[in-house]
T-cell receptor, first 121, second 113 residues
Framework: GAVVSQHPSRVICKSGTSVKIECRSL??????MFWYRQFPKQSLMLMAT?????????EQGVEKDKFLINHASLTLSTLTVTSAHPEDSSFYIC?????????????????FGPGTRLTVL | QKEVEQNSGPLSVPEGAIASLNCTYS??????FFWYRQYSGKSPELIMS????GDKEDGRFTAQLNKASQYVSLLIRDSQPSDSATYLC?????????????FGKGTKLTVNP
């Protein structure tokens, strides 16, 4: 499968600070990336859709001014959690869409990064 | 509200048995269906995709889709302890994975040695 990386894998920060998480597609270009959040024992919840060169599309209830998304290149999207608070502590996972044609699938496929565990004290 | 329902389990099977995981979805316009495996503390890993009615086999895994019943399932043959994980069903209206996925809450599978 395709390789998607995230950095950092784990971060602990103080309340009120900002944290930047990077998502990279290592062996393919991704015009579309997604950011998800997963709380313990719950499923993944989509936060926003990140498109290269344009503004992200946020899901209902997700504050765009708090969760800043930048998709500046075809292989990199970043999520910045601004003024983080303890309730923002979660597992943040990105995914990247690999287009069909160079893979074994006839359709575009979505591949997930390893996730970033954020703990806000 | 588009919904994906899964039995949360836990589902427990002995090693070597067939594990059967089920998923129903509410959006009749859905076109693409995915099964992801998620180990505890890890991110999801795509194991199967299916786009048309019927069965799709890949190794020990078989996905089954019935659009009329809005039902998709995953069978794991010859279950191994390493298959113990949470299995997430995901659905999208697009053909392929270009658009956002709607996930079920997952079924936790335990394979006992």
């Amino acid at each position: 499968g395709a390789v998607v990386s995230q950095h950092p894998s784990r971060v602990i920060c103080k309340s009120g600070t900002s944290v930047k998480i990077e998502c990279r597609s290592l062996d393919f270009q991704a015009t579309t990336m997604f950011w998800y959040r997963q709380f313990p024992k719950q499923s993944l919840m989509l936060m926003a859709t990140s498109n290269e060169g344009s503004k992200a599309t946020y899901e209902q209830g997700v504050e765009k001014d708090k969760f800043l998304i930048n998709h500046a290149s075809l292989t990199l999207s970043t999520l910045t959690v601004t003024s983080a608070h303890p309730e923002d502590s979660s597992f943040y996972i990105c995914s990247a869409v690999r287009l069909a044609g160079g893979s074994t699938s006839s359709y575009n496929e979505q591949f997930f990064g390893p996730g970033t565990r954020l703990t806000v004290l | 509200q588009k919904e994906v329902e899964q039995n949360s389990g836990p589902l427990s099977v002995p090693e070597g048995a067939i594990a059967s995981l089920n998923c129903t979805y509410s959006d009749r316009g859905s076109q693409s269906f995915f099964w992801y495996r998620q180990y505890s503390g890890k991110s999801p890993e795509l194991i199967m995709s299916i786009y048309s009615n019927g069965d799709k086999e890949d190794g020990r895994f078989t996905a089954q889709l019935n659009k009329a019943s809005q039902y998709v399932s995953l069978l794991i043959r010859d279950s191994q302890p390493s298959d113990s994980a949470t299995y997430l069903c995901a659905v999208t209206a697009a053909l392929g994975g270009s658009e956002k996925l709607v996930f079920g809450k997952g079924t936790k599978l335990t394979v006992n040695p």
